[in-house]
């Protein structure tokens, strides 16, 4: 098994920077994607940044330019510096990473359980 640990969620004023962090821990052979992803009640969980393997990286419209995403592979965690924040950005944001483990050949889901993002105008 694996677990997925965020850290880092708070309140913010708009305009004001965060940083959160997701460290996986368990059996864990190797971490494919991993990413970070975020949802208001109600609505679907959206994309905000994912990052590769080779580390190369997507982000959501709403975010470029405001929001970097990084990974430590010797720490099997990833980060997701949120600079310029904006109320609309408020949410639960939840990390995700693919992981193989064992002898297996097909990476295996799995979700942190959420931090809280609260940016106040």
């Known amino acids: 098994q694996v677990q997925l640990v965020e850290s880092g969620g708070g309140l913010v004023q708009a305009g004001g920077s965060l940083k959160l962090s997701c460290a996986a821990s368990?059996?864990?052979?190797?971490?494919?994607?991993m990413g970070w992803y975020r949802q208001t009640p109600g609505k679907q969980r959206d994309v905000v940044a994912i990052?590769?393997?080779?580390?190369?990286?997507n982000y959501a419209d709403s975010v470029k330019g405001r929001f970097t995403i990084s990974r430590d592979n010797a720490k099997n965690t990833v980060y997701l510096q949120m600079n310029s924040l904006k109320p609309e950005d408020a949410d639960v944001y939840y990390c995700?990473?693919?992981?193989?483990?064992?002898?297996?050949?097909?990476?295996?889901?799995?979700w942190g359980q959420g931090t809280q993002v609260t940016v106040s105008s």
């Open positions: 990052i590769r393997n080779d580390g190369s990286t």
């Open positions: 368990g059996s864990i052979r190797r971490i494919n994607t």
């Open positions: 995700n990473a693919w992981v193989l483990s064992g002898a297996t050949v097909i990476p295996t889901g799995y």
